[in-house]
């Protein structure tokens, strides 16, 4: 009689079983060609359920390569079974997808045109198990250092020996009619002026950010209290007009250095 594995569901024939040929080809050989490659999955009706078949083709629960398609109407649901077991899962579908089991005691999220290796434990919980984003992740459900990161909150958080490849671009901020100084809205920040202005800032320890400042030299400009950087000592600087000035912050204690006129 044959049995079947207990994860991709294999066949297992008998000695002696009739057909042992078919079945070997049929149950387990064109199976493992399905395991080892990807598999399209339709997720058009918002959840899917990934069902195992003992001994023949499933919908993908056994395939190592998954890649989402369709047109759901919103967010969705890709339930696969509680064995462990890898996905590596491309999400093409135009919506959050969240992969989790039946019971889903702890589910991930991967964004529209985002790729990811998940992995499940085996008793209802699927972690990333090495992730790949492109575009936009939104964290839900989940922490970096012990600070948990919601769907719309963001938290600072410590990663050490951070390295990455490429360039990083930094968010470039018009001040417009604002005068506090905050990093949160970008590092590096531009700002004309059309009257005098009192500047505050809002800087945390270990931050810092570029002003690029215009009109300086037309208008009284009144900094928060800051401690200038200069070969002079603690000396504000007489602003031309177009002046860059870089600031960050240890502990409580602001900090200052005038970069030079851009014009």
Do not use: H
Not at 33 to 48: E, F, H, P, Q
Not at 139 to 147: L, P
Not at 213 to 229: D, I, M, N
């Amino acid at each position: 009689m044959t049995t079947y594995t207990n994860v991709l569901r294999l066949a297992k024939p008998a000695t002696g079983e009739l057909n042992w040929g078919t079945t070997v080809n049929d149950g387990v050989m064109n199976l493992v060609d399905d395991a080892l490659s990807g598999r399209v999955v339709d997720m058009t009706s918002g959840a899917v359920t990934l069902s195992p078949v003992d001994g023949g083709t499933d919908t993908g629960a056994r395939s190592a390569i998954l890649l989402l398609t369709g047109t759901p109407a919103g967010a969705s649901t890709l339930t696969c079974p509680n064995q462990i077991k890898c996905y590596t899962i491309q999400n093409e579908c135009g919506q959050t997808v969240t992969v989790g089991t039946a019971v889903a005691t702890t589910t991930v999220a991967i964004p529209d045109g985002g790729s990811a290796s998940v992995l499940c434990d085996g008793s209802d919980n699927f972690y990333f198990a090495e992730t790949y984003i492109t575009g936009t992740l939104a964290a839900t459900a989940g922490n970096i250092d012990g600070v948990t990161i919601g769907a719309t909150t963001t938290a600072a958080a410590t990663v050490s020996n951070f390295e990455t490849t490429g360039s990083i671009t930094e968010a470039v901020y018009a001040m417009g009619a604002g005068v506090d100084l905050d990093p949160a809205n970008g590092t590096i920040q531009t700002k004309s002026l059309s009257a005098n202005v009192v500047f505050t800032e809002s800087l945390a320890s270990g931050q810092s950010m570029v002003l690029q400042l215009t009109g300086g030299a037309s208008y009284t400009v009144t900094w928060p209290t800051v401690t200038w950087v200069s070969a002079a000592g603690n000396i504000t600087p007489t602003l031309s007009g177009s002046d860059v000035i870089i600031f960050w912050k240890i502990s409580t204690t602001l900090y200052a250095s005038y970069a030079g006129n851009f014009i």
